[in-house]
């Protein structure tokens, strides 16, 4: 006797389906349209590219650079199943390098490529068709000439620290018509990006043009002026309409290991900080880095690059090896760094000691670092991948070296709001509460932005905060408040077609310089980026999810041709009988007036659909229409 086949679960699309399609946009915090510039990158429009790009985000051509990528790691293509020539699956395939594309539209058409006066003004002379290519900055920007809208009047704003959050909330505040002043206590703006992000991976020249055009906006920059110190949080608050505090958490964490305080030890960040102002830090000739994420391997990189450039120039006067090891607790399959990171390190000379927990700081009878002490680490991670670390305290040991570099994790220094912060709540020390909607702080007036509202994160999470700290300050100060809201479009597309072959093209790696290369200057930048060529290439291969087949059931005459031309087998002709019910199947179903025993449905494997067109250029009968499905962010005042 057969058994009964189980009815089919299937997922009906809400309203916010084909919002979550697109899931390079919604994974970017700022929800930049990445399919979008990529898309337009393969069809040559380059510029459009940048523009799309850079329409809601001031920093993109850094972001080209460096930016963590969020879009990729959830690109759709990074999930579909992969086959060899013979037709067998060997894996998922790898997402589109969206990064490294977005850094070749911005060299063609961005700061990188003109004065940086001329790529925003094409920024903001770029008024697209709404609900085509509507960015968030555009909407922003139709949003301060819609009639009734309320501009600032020049009212002074005061941002504390000029790093990329600080920044992202100037440049709108700026466009939102405030005069934005913001107090940098180093010689130079752009925090984190000028003094954490090393120079072979962000060239310097890059941040000061992006920054330039943020001046241009009416910004004022005031480095070497420090809240606390050179003007009290008091003063701020007295002359300025509001107030918000983006100081990001640029002071390293101790690790309170026994001989960590004096000569020979210093925070990682405190390391990079003084090699990107030239400023001396004596480093020997052993040195461990401890920590295992992407900022130890800066430092440790850094440090090799500073070994190589002092014995280039001392060659003569100091034989003798050199060495940098990266002690983490974690194993390399566990270590929290990027792969590209581990294995660039790798190849320049990092040596890595993984599963060892410092223990102690070994000194002589003069003070000086003579080695680490460590503990073999079993386990990081509980059971509930939460931080747990266990060691084996029978197996100790000792690295020799003269220098510790300590590379794990950042924390605040708030010390500033002693000078008429009382208000301002920390919900732990360091740390101020914040209103995540409106990024308040608990004083009124002050605002919180960057990696100080929501700890250490990314780049483009900061620039996110940014910016939607800009908007609350706007609520605050007018009394008004730019409502958010989505625009969704769906555009029919007559002639929709594919690049030949798309579906097989392989991930094309980023050039990169050979490691000899490297370490022959400090800032020699590592990676080289894509030719246009390779661009194109690479381009072609986005699944352009914002694009989707559209089945009309009153014209299907079932013929099944759709599912049986599918190359990924993503669509399947079923009865509805064949269907789990649910409140949502019998609300379309009621909808459309079918009786739901004698209709069918064609299924969507959402996943495995490449927007080839093959199902539409098949059905006899046009019951198959491929649409453009755009959301787009709107501000409007409410
Ligand atoms: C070494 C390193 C490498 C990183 N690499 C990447 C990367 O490749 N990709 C990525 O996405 N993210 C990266 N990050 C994370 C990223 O840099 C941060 O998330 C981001 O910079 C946070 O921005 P922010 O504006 O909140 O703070 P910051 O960039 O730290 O800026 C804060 C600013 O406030 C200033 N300030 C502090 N106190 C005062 C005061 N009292 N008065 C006046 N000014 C003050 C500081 O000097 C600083 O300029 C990296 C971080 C580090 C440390």
Not at 314 to 320: D, E, K, N
Not at 574 to 579: G, I, K, P, Y
Request: charge should be negative; proline fraction near 7%.
């Amino acid at each position: 006797m057969q058994g009964a086949v189980a009815p089919l679960r299937v997922e009906v699309p809400g309203a916010q389906h084909h919002r979550g399609l697109i899931s390079c946009q919604v994974a970017c915090p700022v929800h930049t349209d990445a399919r979008g510039y990529v898309r337009a990158i393969a069809s040559g429009d380059f510029e459009r590219a940048y523009l799309i790009a850079r329409g809601p985000n001031p920093f993109a051509s850094i972001c080209g650079r460096i930016c963590a990528a969020p879009c990729e790691a959830s690109c759709r293509r990074g999930k579909i199943p992969l086959s060899d020539e013979d037709g067998f699956f060997v894996g998922p395939d790898k997402p589109i390098a969206i990064r490294a594309l977005k850094r070749f539209a911005c060299e063609q058409h961005g700061v990188e490529a003109r004065p940086p006066e001329e790529a925003f003004a094409a920024v903001r002379g770029y008024v697209p068709e709404v609900a085509a290519d509507a960015e968030e900055l555009a909407a922003l920007l139709h949003a301060t000439v819609t009639p009734g809208f309320e501009r600032g009047q020049g009212e002074p704003v005061a941002v504390i620290g000029a790093g990329c959050a600080g920044l992202a909330a100037a440049h709108d505040l700026a466009l939102l018509g405030f005069r934005p002043v913001v107090f940098e206590s180093e010689p130079v703006p752009a925090g984190m990006l000028a003094l954490g992000i090393p120079e072979y991976r962000l060239p310097r020249e890059l941040i000061r043009r992006e920054v330039q055009v943020i001046e241009a906006l009416g910004v004022e920059i005031r480095c070497n002026t420090a809240v606390g110190r050179d003007v009290s949080f008091a003063d701020l608050r007295r002359d300025f309409r509001a107030v918000i505090i983006a100081v990001g958490a640029k002071r390293p964490r101790a690790l309170g290991l026994p001989g960590e305080q004096g000569p020979g030890v210093y925070g990682g960040v405190d390391f990079l900080r003084a090699v990107s102002l030239n400023e001396t830090m004596p480093l020997g000739r052993e040195v461990i880095v401890i920590g295992g994420g992407n900022v130890a391997y800066d430092v440790a990189r850094t440090v090799v690059r500073q070994m190589a450039y002092d014995t280039a120039r001392t060659a003569a006067r100091m034989p003798g090896e050199r060495r940098v090891r990266l002690v983490s607790l974690e194993t390399l399959a566990e270590m929290p760094a990027d792969t590209t990171e581990i294995r660039e390190g790798d190849e320049e000379g990092v040596e890595r000691l993984g599963g060892f927990g410092p223990v102690e700081i070994l000194r002589d009878v003069a003070g000086a670092v003579t080695g680490l002490r460590v503990k073999r680490c079993l386990r990081v991670y509980d059971d509930q991948r939460r931080f747990a670390p266990r060691f084996d305290e029978a197996d100790v040991r000792t690295f020799d070296c003269d220098t510790v570099l300590i590379a794990a994790g950042q924390t605040t220094d708030l010390s500033f709001l002693e000078s008429g912060g009382a208000d301002v709540t920390q919900f732990r020390p360091g740390w101020p509460k914040v209103d995540e909607e409106t990024l308040a702080s608990t004083a009124p007036g002050v605002f919180v932005a960057g990696d100080l509202a929501h700890g250490t994160r990314l780049v483009i999470d900061a620039v996110a905060s940014g910016k939607k700290v800009a908007r609350s300050v706007y609520a605050h100060v007018t009394g008004k408040r730019l409502a958010p809201g989505i625009l969704t479009a769906h555009l029919p597309l007559d002639r929709y077609r594919r690049e030949r072959g798309y579906e097989k093209i392989r991930r094309v790696e980023i050039p990169v310089l050979p490691p000899e290369e490297r370490l022959h200057h400090p800032a020699k930048l590592v990676e080289r980026g894509f030719s246009e060529p390779e661009a194109l290439r690479e381009a072609s291969r986005c699944l352009d999810c914002g694009v989707t087949p559209v089945f009309d059931g009153t014209r299907c005459v079932l013929c099944g041709g759709c599912a049986d031309v599918c190359p990924t087998l993503c669509l399947k002709l079923v009865a509805l009988t064949d269907l789990a019910r649910t409140p949502e199947l019998d609300e379309v179903i009621t909808a459309a007036g079918l009786d739901g025993a004698s209709h069918s449905a064609i299924l969507k494997d959402e996943d495995r659909c490449i927007r080839c067109a093959l199902c539409e250029m098949r059905c006899p009968v046009d019951a198959i229409t491929m649409e453009r499905v755009h959301f787009t962010a709107t501000w409007s005042p409410a």
